[in-house]
């Protein structure tokens, strides 16, 4: 009797240790089980095995000294269907939300996610959410790299994203955007280093803001709008970006009149108005990797 007392203590025992060490938090656990049944699907994710660590999960990642869950990310799921669950504000400990190519993801964004004080990284992007893209995003104060690019996301771009003291990267391309590029968006804050701004393949017109000129951006696509202005914003000296498109645009300059930066190694004007000779500096440039100043009338 008493050997086999002492082998079950030591297997209880045992488990006890293991699972201590690995299992992720209960809290965590719920709200990723009320993010799952959320769906319509009745099983989405079948490694979500309640007799399984969370942590283990297919698309979970968990600190290893706190066990919280830090990281979600599902990608290309095409039968998950139904609207981002406000369940996933739950996950308080988050820095990384991913949901890339659900096309059946669809509604609009929760409010409640501004509740995720420690996300940095969202991608929500190859799905069919809509509706605008939300102003309380700014609430996201950790928020460092926006991603929602490839969806149905309609309206005007936000002017209080630049507020984000750690936004270095937004995609917001191939939406349904609308209005103009907010004179806000030539102030990023500094200390974050803002870097990319895409938002090409949208709908946005008007003239490019002057503020723009602040930024010290790395690259920059806002091909395939309706914009126009001086994109001088983007050229010239003290900047610092290397690659720039700016096609399929109504803008409207001297080309001859722009002087390029060194740093740039590809650069896309075609299919606008602009008029001029093409500078030696960009024809001669060994620079470039890629040069289109088709479809324009120099
Ligand atoms: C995990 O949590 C510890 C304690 O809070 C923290 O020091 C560490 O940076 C975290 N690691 C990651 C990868 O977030
Ligand atoms: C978050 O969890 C609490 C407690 O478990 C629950 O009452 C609440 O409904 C959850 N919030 C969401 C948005 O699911
Ligand atoms: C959105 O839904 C349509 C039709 O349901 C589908 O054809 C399209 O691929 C979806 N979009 C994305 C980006 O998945
Ligand atoms: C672009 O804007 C011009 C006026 O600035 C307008 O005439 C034209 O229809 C617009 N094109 C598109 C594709 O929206
Ligand atoms: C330049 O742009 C035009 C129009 O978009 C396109 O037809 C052409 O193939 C491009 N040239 C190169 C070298 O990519």
């Not at 095409?78 to 991913?98: E, F, H, K, V």
């Not at 936000?158 to 391309?173: C, G, M, R, V, W």
Request: proline letters at 8%; hydrophobic letters at 40%.
């Amino acid at each position: 009797m008493l050997p086999l007392l002492l082998t079950i203590t030591f297997i209880l025992f045992h488990l006890h240790i293991s699972a201590a060490a690995r299992l992720c938090r209960w809290d965590d656990r719920a709200a990723l089980t009320a993010f799952k049944n959320s769906f319509t699907n009745p099983n989405p994710f079948p490694t979500w095995d309640p007799a399984f660590d969370c942590c283990d999960w297919y698309g979970v990642k968990c600190n290893d000294t706190t066990s919280r869950v830090i990281s979600l990310d599902i990608a290309s799921h095409g039968s998950l269907t139904g609207p981002i669950p406000s369940s996933l504000a739950n996950l308080t400990y988050l820095q990384n939300l991913c949901l890339h190519k659900i096309p059946n993801l669809v509604g609009q964004t929760p409010p409640s996610l501004t509740k995720i004080p420690n996300l940095r990284f969202r991608v929500i992007s190859w799905t069919n959410i809509s509706g605008p893209i939300p102003h309380f995003l700014a609430q996201i104060k950790n928020l460092a790299y926006l991603d929602l690019s490839f969806n149905r996301l309609s309206g005007t771009l936000p002017p209080s994203l630049p507020t984000l003291p750690y936004l270095f990267a937004i995609d917001l391309s191939r939406n349904q955007l609308t209005g103009p590029i907010p004179e806000a968006f030539g102030h990023f804050q500094k200390a974050a280093g803002f870097q990319a701004l895409d938002l090409s393949h949208n709908k946005l017109f008007g003239p490019l803001p002057s503020s723009l000129t602040n930024v010290p951006f790395s690259s920059v696509d806002v091909c395939r709008n309706n914009l126009t202005g001086d994109t001088s914003v983007f050229f010239g000296k003290g900047k610092a970006a290397s690659r720039i498109d700016i096609s399929r645009n109504g803008f409207e300059f001297d080309l001859s009149k722009e002087s390029f930066m060194e740093s740039l190694d590809m650069l896309d004007i075609s299919h606008n108005r602009i008029y001029g000779e093409i500078p030696k500096q960009i024809t001669e440039a060994v620079y470039f990797q890629f040069l289109n100043v088709s479809y324009n009338r120099l």
